[in-house]
Structure formats: structure tokens, C-alpha cells
């Protein structure tokens, strides 16, 4: 189990010899075995966090933590759901979801077999030996879920990753997300939109400013586990989506 702390994290990026602030003091944290979600509007920086995280952009100044490490600008050490799939074009689909394992030491006939295992767990079974380009978007981006499932590390780091299916394939997917995070319990940060989804999935929610981003609230969602659809029907479910969706409101406003 790990834990993942973010310590007053400030980013900007330079354009055109002008420095554009993305994210200014943000401070979060995912608990072991935690899920957190973020939510803020678009453009608001959180994949810009997420690259931040997984190493891939080192920030203006703060820090990554990783347990009792200072892990900032360190790459492959959680595993990542990128917002697009970034899938290998000329990888089939089972070599594609194989790949985070191979990365991370796994034998390549382990993480095959392994991948052909879960493929059609999440609907993509006959698909194993396909090109991704023959897949819709909505399909890439259960093949990117997947690596990132199958990656071993313990933090894991989801942007957006039902963002592109159609309302019920999305709804048994995060059922299925669910059921699978209450079995093995691994950190997860997850970024969403939907605030129904947050509500539903997590155990702490950090709704973030327009940019450049920081947290304006941080909220416990009280309902217990294992979670079941019919929570999204109660009165508080309602209020809390009422109270994020006034605070995301203001933002668009302001
Ligand atoms: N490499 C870059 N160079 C310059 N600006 C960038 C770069 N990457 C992101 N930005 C800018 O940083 C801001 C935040 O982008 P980011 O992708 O992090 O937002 P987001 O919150 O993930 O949005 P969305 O919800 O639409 O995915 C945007 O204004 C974007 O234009
Ligand atoms: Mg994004």
C-alpha cells in the first residue's frame, strides 16, 4: 500500500515569452488505499497536475511524495491513465494492454496471458490480435484503462477514463472499477467531470478553481461501502451534487 502526497505544487508553462500560471499551492493527498477524486473546470490544469505526478513535467516549485520519498520528477513509479489513450499504433491490442506489465519487469508471455485474461472482462474479448485503429474511442480507452489496471504499482492515477462512453457502458464500468477497488484496495487518483461519478466512486473529492487551478474545498463523501448504485438516489447524494455543482457554477462565473 502506498501513499501519495502532493506539497504545494506551482506550475506554469511559457508561451510566447510570456509565463502562463497553471496551478498555484496545491496541496493533496491520497491515503493508502484511498480514492480521491478531482474535479474542476476544463483547462483548469488537471492533466497538467497528472504529468506533474507521473514525472513527466517537473513542477515551477513543490514537491511529489510517494510514501517517505521525495519522488518529484520521477517517472514509473505509478501507474497512469493518460486523458487519451496513447496506444502503440502498431502494437495489437493484448501486446498494448501487456506493455505497462513488460515495463515493470513482468515476462512478456505473463503479461500476455494476463491481458488476454481481463480483455474480455471489460467487453473487448475477440479483440486480443486487432489493431488499435480498428477500435471506436470509447473501446482505446478501455485498453488504456486496462494497462493501467494490470500495472503493478499501487498508486494509481485515472484522467477521465469513462469520459468517452456512452451513459450505461460508463455506469457498469464504474461498477466495475468499484468492485475490483473494494477487493485489493490500491490508491487511486482519479480526475472526472461528472460529478455523479465522483459522488459515487470516492472517498474524498478536491474540486479545483479555474486557472490557475487551486483547491477551493475538499469533501468527504459519508456513504458507506461497499457502495451500491442505489446511493445516488438518497437526499445527501443530491445535496452534495447540488453544493459541487453551485461551487463549479461560481467558477464559470467568475
Ligand atoms: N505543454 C503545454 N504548454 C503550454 N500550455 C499548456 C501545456 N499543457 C497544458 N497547457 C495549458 O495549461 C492549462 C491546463 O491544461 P490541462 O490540460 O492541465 O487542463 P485540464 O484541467 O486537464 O482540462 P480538461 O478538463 O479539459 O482536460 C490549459 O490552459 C492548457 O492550454
Ligand atoms: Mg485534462
Redesign the pocket.
Known sequence: MSKLELRRIHHG?T?KKQR?P?LTDISLHVNDGEFVSII?P???????LFHIIGGLITPSSGEVWLDDANVTGSKGLISYMP?QPALFPWRSIEANVALSQEVAGQSRAAALEKAREWLPKVGLGGYENELPHVLSGGMQQRVSFLRALLSPQEVMCLD?PFGSLDALTRQAMQSWLLNIWEQNKRSILFVT?SIEEALFLSDRIYVLSN?PAQVIEELVVPFERPRQEKVMTQPEFHELRQHIQSLLRQEMMS
Not at 476544463?42 to 497538467?48: E, I, R
Open positions: 508553462f508561451s502562463v497553471v474542476g476544463s483547462g483548469s490544469g488537471k492533466s497538467t486523458q477521465e467531470h486557472k
